[in-house]
Structures are given as C-alpha cells and as structure tokens.
C-alpha cells in the first residue's frame, strides 16, 4: 500500500510526521518523577511482557495494585519474580493475576466478574495487549479476524463492562478529578497503512488477504473506540478515554511476521520502557483533562499534530460532516459482543444455537 500524500496532513509533512515518532523528545513523566500511586488501582492486559511488563513494574514500583490480564499463567509468573527481585521501591504496590484471553469473548465477563469481586474501584484501564503480523487463516474463537479480535473486539468488551466502575470510580470522594481513564493502543502504522477512512467496514465480516492492512485497520480501530467511549459516555461520566501510538519498540509483538518485514526498522526501534512511558503520560498526566477525550498520543508523551485527514473525517459522524466509520465500527464490534456481556446472555446464546440445530 502507497504512503499516503502530504496533502493528507493538513498540519505538518508526513515524513516529518514519522521523523519526530521515531526520533521523539524526552518523556516527560516516567518513573523518575512518578508521583505516589499508593491508593489506586489499575488493570494491564498483556502485562507479561514487552511494554505491558514495564508498565507493571513502573506502576507496582510507585506503589499502585496492579491487575494484570493475560492468558499465560506461567510467563505472568516469570514477569512477577522478575519485578519483585529487581525491585527497589521500600513502599510498593501490589501485583495480581486475572486470567483473560482476548482471542475468546466467553473469557472476558468472567475476568470482569473476578475483578468486581476483590476490587471496588479502578483508576486506570490501560488496554495493552496485541498482536500483528498474524497468519491469514489464524482467527479467534470467535471466528474474528486475529488483529481486531484481540487488538481492538476484545477490548472493548472489556472497556464496556468495566465502564461502570471507571465511572463509580471518577465521582468517589477524594478522587482527583480528571484521573480516572482508559489508555488504547494504536501504532504509526495508522497513518502509515491504514485503508482509507481508517478501516474499510465492507471487510469486516469478509476479510482481505493483506494481513498488514488487518493490523493498521485495527489500530485504527483502537481509536474510533476511544473516540466513541468518549463521545458517547465521557463528559457525564468523567472517564477520559483516549488513544496513543506507544512508539516503535524492539517488543515481542510481531513474533508473528516475517523477520524481512520489520528488519529495516529494527535499528530505529526504541526500548519497552519508552513505550510504557507514553502510556504513563496518557493514564497519569495531569496536564490531560477530559476536553481532551479521543484525542491520539504519540512518543513519548504528547499529542498528535495532525493526523491523515481521512481518518479525522471517519471519526466525525455523518451529521457534522465526516463519514461516520467509527460509529459504524462500534455499531458492529456490539452487535459482534452482545452475547458475552454477561454470563446469562452467553448461555441464552448457546441455548438459541442448540435450539436451532436441534430444527436443522
């Protein structure tokens, strides 16, 4: 797929667009002047390793309880001994475990459910975990498409379910106003690969055979989500929702793809670490407030300039002029989750699908 023009940009250049994401300037909030997080609480999903790893060991070091999500049991305990003997904090959090796979929907109301029962409060929901370069043929239990599945259908089953209780969490007392959010993971291939729009809504439930455009796109879909959570439901509830592209890491992400996909960009790749720093600045800053909800991040702390003009229109619904894309994708990313919102809607599914072989 071709570089999308400069005209695209209406702010800036496009090669200086991936310039200052590969080159950018200094974090300016990471474990060095991360206040006392003593009190909170936050979930990571796909914290056993690469960005999600160092964001658990930043958070726990600052003192906050941090839940992580994620499917492997025995790779959670290797991170886990790792941060707890490397640790140096003399006042740090707490690290636990909830079971999540993001390849199987029927998973997630039961981790939700698992959280709600030890935990009455949530700070900040850090959507984390992804995958790309992932076969044509690999789907998920579901029959999803691998990347929107788990990057992005998953998610924000997860988001919806949660919501609650983000929002319970905004208007306790003595809760900073401002600081309850939720963090989703998008990358530079948005504007990089993207189709036009962002996502091409004829293919979601008729997939293409350009796995790299699956991974754009469902980036892309990362933030029409946080742009719709936010539209929909963030100035009454006080929850920011927002978007970042973490940066260009040297991460286990695309242990998928073929190594001669990414080499030439390998030596440009940063540390997991910068990664994890642009999400602390998304989930704690302070200089973020809820005007700025929807708003996309870039490395290693800051907003975008100016992204692709035919995304920012897919964001705006068809009454203010855009094409309505990310109303559309949440349109079909609920109707795809509906059954999995709870525990009696699974089973009422599955009784409705027996019903209708018995028939057959």
């Not at 667009?17 to 003593?38: D, G, I, R, V």
């Not at 988001?159 to 939720?182: F, Y």
């Not at 469902?218 to 933030?223: F, N, Y």
Request: with cysteine; charged share 20%; net charge negative.
């Amino acid at each position: 797929m071709p570089a999308p023009k400069t005209k695209d940009f209406p702010n800036c250049s496009y090669l200086w667009l991936l310039y200052t994401q590969f080159f950018p300037p200094k974090a300016p909030l990471t474990e060095a002047n991360l206040p006392s997080l003593h009190g909170k609480v936050f979930i990571v999903t796909g914290g056993n390793s690469g960005i999600g790893a160092q964001l658990l060991r930043i958070l726990y070091e600052a003192g906050g309880t941090v839940w992580v999500m994620t499917r492997d049991y025995d790779k959670y305990l290797t991170v886990l001994h790792d941060v707890l003997a490397a640790s140096t904090s003399k006042n740090p959090g707490k690290i636990e475990f909830m079971h999540l796979d993001l390849a199987d929907l029927s998973t997630v109301c039961t981790a939700v459910n698992f959280f709600l029962e030890r935990e009455s409060r949530l700070d900040v929901l850090f959507n984390n975990a992804g995958v790309g370069g992932m076969p044509i043929e690999r789907r998920t239990e579901q029959g999803l498409e691998s990347h929107f599945g788990i990057n992005v259908v998953g998610h924000f089953l997860l988001t919806k379910l949660l919501w609650p209780t983000l929002a319970k969490t905004a208007k306790m007392e003595g809760v900073a106003r401002n600081s309850v959010r939720v963090v989703w993971t998008a990358s530079i291939m948005v504007e990089m690969m993207a189709p036009e729009g962002g996502i091409d809504l004829s293919q979601l439930d008729n997939w293409s055979k350009d796995r790299n455009e699956h991974y754009s796109a469902s980036k892309a879909g990362a933030w029409f989500l946080a742009y719709e959570f936010h539209r929909r439901f963030g100035a009454d509830s006080g929850v920011i929702s927002v978007a970042q592209n973490p940066g260009s890491l040297r991460t286990n992400v695309w242990r998928n793809a073929h190594w001669y996909e990414y080499a030439f960009l390998w030596p440009f790749f940063s540390r997991a670490v910068d990664g994890a720093h642009t999400n602390l600045w998304c989930g704690l800053s302070p200089e973020i407030t809820i005007e700025d909800g929807g708003k996309y991040a870039i490395p290693w702390g800051r907003w975008h300039p100016g992204q692709r003009s035919d995304i920012v229109r897919g964001l705006k619904g068809k009454d203010v002029g855009g094409t309505g894309v990310a109303e559309e994708f949440w349109d079909w990313c609920e109707e795809t989750t509906r059954e999995f919102e709870s525990v009696e809607s699974m089973i009422e599914a599955s009784d409705a699908r027996w019903q209708a072989t018995k028939k057959e």
